[in-house]
C-alpha cells in the first residue's frame, strides 16, 4: 500500500506548525479531545478480543487494567501491535542481552518498564515518570503482570539520581523523557553503570539538534542506528482481528496511528563489544 502523497505534505507543513508552543499545545488539546472517544471504543472492543494481553509485538502476553484511557495513552496501537513498531527489533535484541539493571526514563503507561521487567527477569528495574496517575498504571500493570517486586517506582529523573545508580552488570537506559535527554544521556553522567546501551526518543521539536547530538557524544564508544518513525497503514495490523472488531473503520484507522504530528525519530545505542 502506498503513503498519501497529500498526508505526506501536510504532516510537512504540521512539522513547522508544531515548533511553535502556542500552536503545538492547541493542536494536542483539540487531538486529545477528538481522539479519546473513538480511541476507547477501539481499545475496549481489541482488549475484548485479545482477552486483555498483548498478541503482538516484543511484550506479547503482557496484560492491561481496566482503565479510562488519558491523554496520549494509546493502548489500542498496543494491543494491535503497531505502538512504536518501528523499534520491535531493537527492543527483541535488548531482551536477549539479559541486563542486570534497566532505567526506563518516562514509563508513561508502563509499557517499557513492565514489558522489560517479564521479559528480562534478571533485571532490576527501574523507572521514573513524575506525572502521578501514569505512575499509578505503571504500578497496577506491574502488579497484574506479577513483576511489581523487581520494578522501582521513582518521580522526577534527575542527573544526580541516575549519577548515584551503581550496577554490577551491563545497563540498558530507555529513554522517552520530552527533550530532558540532552541534559542526561552524556558519558559523565552514565559512567557508573558499567556497560551501558541506550534507547532514546529524541525530541528536536523540543530541543533542536539533539539527534545530532547524541550521535556525537557516544559514536567513539559505541555503534549507533537511528530510526525514523513512518506512518502506520491498515497492512500493518492483523487483518483477521479488523474483520471480527464491532468498530468503525475510521475510528480503528485513528486508533492505531501514532499522534506524532512533527518527525520523529529513536536511536539505539549500543556498547561495543
Known amino acids: 500500500m502506498k503513503l498519501n502523497p497529500v498526508k505526506e505534505a501536510l504532516r510537512s507543513a504540521l512539522w513547522?506548525?508544531?515548533s511553535i508552543g502556542p500552536v503545538r499545545r492547541a493542536f494536542q488539546a483539540i487531538?486529545?479531545?477528538?481522539?479519546?472517544?473513538?480511541?476507547?471504543?477501539?481499545?475496549?472492543?481489541?482488549s475484548a478480543?485479545?482477552?486483555?494481553?498483548?498478541?503482538?509485538?516484543?511484550f506479547a502476553g503482557l496484560r492491561y487494567p481496566d482503565v479510562q484511557p488519558r491523554g496520549y495513552m494509546i493502548l489500542a496501537s498496543k494491543?494491535?501491535?503497531?505502538?512504536?513498531?518501528?523499534?520491535?527489533?531493537?527492543?527483541?535484541?535488548?531482551?536477549?542481552?539479559?541486563?542486570a539493571t534497566i532505567l526506563n526514563v518516562g514509563s508513561a503507561d508502563g509499557y517499557y518498564t513492565v514489558g522489560f521487567a517479564m521479559r528480562v527477569p534478571s533485571a532490576k528495574?527501574?523507572?521514573?515518570?513524575?506525572?502521578?496517575?501514569?505512575?499509578?498504571?505503571?504500578?497496577?500493570?506491574?502488579?497484574?503482570?506479577?513483576?511489581?517486586?523487581?520494578?522501582?517506582?521513582?518521580?522526577?529523573?534527575?542527573?544526580?539520581e541516575v549519577r548515584s545508580i551503581q550496577s554490577a552488570g551491563r545497563t540498558l537506559v530507555f529513554s522517552d523523557?520530552?527533550?530532558?535527554?540532552?541534559?542526561?544521556?552524556?558519558?559523565?553522567?552514565l559512567e557508573h553503570l558499567g556497560t551501558y546501551d541506550i534507547i532514546v526518543e529524541c525530541h528536536d521539536l523540543f530541543v533542536p539538534n539533539v539527534t545530532s547530538t547524541l550521535i556525537q557524544r557516544f559514536a567513539a564508544t559505541h555503534n549507533i542506528e537511528k530510526i525514523d518513525a513512518r506512518p502506520r497503514l491498515l497492512d500493518d495490523i492483523d487483518q483477521d482481528l479488523v474483520k471480527s472488531l464491532p468498530v468503525r473503520w475510521i475510528d480503528?484507522?485513528?486508533?492505531?496511528?501514532?499522534?506524532?504530528?512533527?518527525?520523529?525519530?529513536w536511536l539505539v545505542i549500543t556498547a561495543r563489544g
Open 31 to 46: 487531538y486529545t479531545e477528538y481522539e479519546l472517544h473513538a480511541k476507547h471504543r477501539v481499545e475496549t472492543a481489541v
Open 125 to 160: 528495574v527501574i523507572a521514573w515518570e513524575m506525572d502521578p496517575w501514569w505512575k499509578d498504571i505503571t504500578r497496577q500493570v506491574a502488579e497484574l503482570n506479577k513483576v511489581r517486586d523487581r520494578v522501582e517506582l521513582r518521580d522526577l529523573c534527575t542527573v544526580d
Open 79 to 99: 494491543f494491535l501491535g503497531t505502538f512504536e513498531m518501528e523499534l520491535h527489533d531493537a527492543v527483541e535484541q535488548a531482551c536477549k542481552r539479559q541486563y
Open 177 to 189: 523523557c520530552e527533550g530532558f535527554e540532552m541534559e542526561l544521556l552524556k558519558p559523565e553522567n
Open 252 to 265: 480503528l484507522n485513528r486508533s492505531f496511528e501514532e499522534p506524532r504530528l512533527y518527525r520523529q525519530s
Open 49 to 58: 478480543a485479545s482477552h486483555g494481553a498483548l498478541q503482538k509485538g516484543p
Open 16 to 18: 513547522g506548525l508544531m
